[in-house]
């Protein structure tokens, strides 16, 4: 996966403060591919690859997160951001506010117009949506319409036998007048494949209804294919914002970014399913995760930042060096992993780790008994952990925390079997970086 080649290409760099231009290179390799294989476009995968190159060169590693972390981070933020940043609005101007729908057959037209028209009725606002039935190719596209208009009790405008779209839209926005809809969602015929006839149709609508907010619906399975159809749309109507369909399915979403690149247009909504109510609002920030398929380590690295404050573990990684690390710190390691939030919800964002302890009980209070027994020792004792070898100050350790005596020694135990792990890492740091200074 691409996350253990991060992995890989980054284990040169531990203990290095920053990140060089040899690991950057080496790392953003694996990135590329991991794009392409989303289906980004190839020439989009490259442009980004750079920026990110120069966003992550010579940024300092937090002492307390891995640099590949801090790498995913920052390609990551970087998709997000080319992705639009935040999650736009559409455009509900206009009385009644008109939306309309474009995209070829099958891209999900009908189901998310059912699907906004369900969103919007839900609304705080209380909207009173119209759909309207352009589609006049197939009946069933009509019955399919008023199928959804049933289930969502929410009114259909269609005209029997009328083969004028733009007549049969303009005649909708009369009656959404007279039956005060504040919004009429125009659901129009796709085709196969782009051809003149539908686009005409389509330029023909816009013109005709001026809407406030016109999409562009696109299944997301449909990979590079996706992108080449949305330019084409693109140039003849010049719509407001992108619908990525169908992505409840195992595609990675690369198309996202690519469409995003592409047409400089925002992708406002993602359908998940065929349910009404499989629809969401577009995230940038998680369809990022999506594209690089690892787990939420972004937030990981985001909540290590907020509660790591640089200094105390610079000077903590010192402590560590030379082998000074006592109790007052490690109480001071509990407090930190305390503000970062709940210990499980923080081991479930590791990838890999997260579904395989979804089921176990990680127990937020685990350190408590912990945190009670240093509390109980003097700060001499907390400084000086060979003092414990005394059996009666144990004892009144175990008393003062409410523990028990083999509680506190297994806590010294604990402690003295990190200490002396740390002694070993130390030893083989300093191997590692004689070796380089040979090199
Ligand atoms: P249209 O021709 O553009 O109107 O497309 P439809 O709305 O009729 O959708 C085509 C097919 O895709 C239908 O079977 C829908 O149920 C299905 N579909 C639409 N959106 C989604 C989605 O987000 N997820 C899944 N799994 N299926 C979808
Ligand atoms: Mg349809």
Same mark, same amino acid.
């Given at each position: 996966s691409l996350s253990e080649r991060l992995e890989r290409s980054f284990? *040169?760099?531990? @203990?290095?403060g920053k990140i060089t231009e040899v690991n950057v290179a080496d790392a953003l390799k694996d990135v590329r591919k991991a794009l392409i294989a989303a289906d980004v476009n190839y020439k989009v995968a490259k442009t980004f690859i750079d920026s990110v190159k120069q966003k992550a060169m010579g940024m300092n590693v937090l002492t307390a997160v891995r640099p590949k972390e801090m790498m995913i981070k920052v390609v990551h933020d970087e998709l997000a951001i080319l992705m639009g940043g935040e999650a736009q609005p559409i455009n509900l101007q206009g009385r009644p506010a008109i939306i309309l729908m474009s995209g070829l057959q099958g891209s999900g037209k009908t189901t998310m117009s059912g699907k906004l028209a369900y969103m919007l009725k839900k609304d705080k606002k209380q909207h009173k949506p119209l759909l309207v039935a352009c589609d006049v190719y197939r009946p069933a596209a009509i019955d399919q319409l008023k199928v959804l208009g049933d289930q969502l009790e929410v009114p259909v405008y269609s005209e029997e036998g009328n083969k004028n779209p733009v007549e049969i839209a303009l005649n909708a926005v009369q009656h959404a007048k007279a039956k005060g809809n504040d919004i009429v969602i125009v659901d129009t015929a796709g085709r196969l494949a782009v051809d003149e006839e539908m686009m005409d149709e389509i330029e023909n609508l816009k013109k005709s209804l001026n809407p406030s907010e016109t999409l562009f619906v696109v299944d997301a399975m449909t990979g590079q294919d996706a992108v080449n159809t949305a330019k084409e749309f693109n140039e003849r109507i010049d719509f407001d914002g992108v619908v990525l369909t169908k992505?409840? @399915?195992?595609?990675? @979403?690369g198309a996202a970014l690519s469409i995003r690149t592409v047409v400089?247009?925002? *992708?406002?909504f993602v359908g998940i399913g065929e349910k009404m109510d499989a629809l969401n609002v577009f995230h940038p920030q998680r369809m990022a995760d999506r594209i690089l398929g690892m787990g939420d380590v972004v937030s990981l690295v985001e909540r290590a930042q907020q509660a790591i404050d640089e200094k105390e573990a610079e000077e903590l990684e010192r402590k560590l060096r030379k082998n000074k690390f006592d109790f007052e710190d490690f109480l001071n390691q509990i407090q930190t992993i305390k503000k970062m939030g709940n210990i499980k919800d923080l081991v479930s964002m590791i990838p890999g780790v997260g579904k395989a302890v979804k089921d176990v009980d990680i127990d937020d209070n685990a350190f408590k008994s912990v945190e009670a027994i240093i509390r109980s020792m003097t700060p001499k004792e907390r400084k000086e952990p060979s003092l414990l070898a005394n059996q009666s100050r144990k004892i009144r350790i175990a008393k003062g925390s409410g523990t028990t005596i083999q509680e506190v020694n297994r806590l010294i135990k604990q402690f003295d079997d990190m200490r002396k792990m740390m002694k070993q890492m130390n030893a083989m740091d300093k191997k590692g970086m004689m070796g380089k200074m040979k090199a």
């Open positions: 284990k *040169i760099l531990k @203990g290095e992505l409840d @399915g195992d595609t990675r @979403g400089d247009k925002p *992708i406002k």
